[in-house]
């Protein structure tokens, strides 16, 4: 559930900003499946991945990390 979470905050975030899942996961050094998995929910990133996502995208963690 918590992955779900993140995945649809990150994939809505990402499309926001205008980047396709391939250009945005070659700029953070993951593979395109890895994305996928992430914003699908089947994948919660590591705390360094979403500090880069984070980085990527332009804003800060909290805004990133899902509300309750």
């Known amino acids: ?9 990150i ?3 990402r499309k926001l900003k ?3 899942q391939e250009g945005f ?3 953070l050094g993951v593979s395109v499946s890895i994305l996928g998995e ?3 929910g089947n994948r919660l990133p ?6 880069r996502i984070a ?3 332009r804003i800060s963690m909290d805004d990133l990390a899902p509300k309750e």
Do not use: F, N, Q, V
């Open 1 to 9: 559930m918590e992955a779900e979470k993140w995945g649809r905050r």
């Open 11 to 13: 994939r809505a975030y």
């Open 18 to 20: 205008g980047y396709t």
């Open 25 to 27: 996961s070659r700029e």
């Open 38 to 40: 992430i914003e699908r």
């Open 46 to 51: 590591a705390k360094d991945l979403l500090e």
């Open 55 to 57: 980085h990527s995208l």
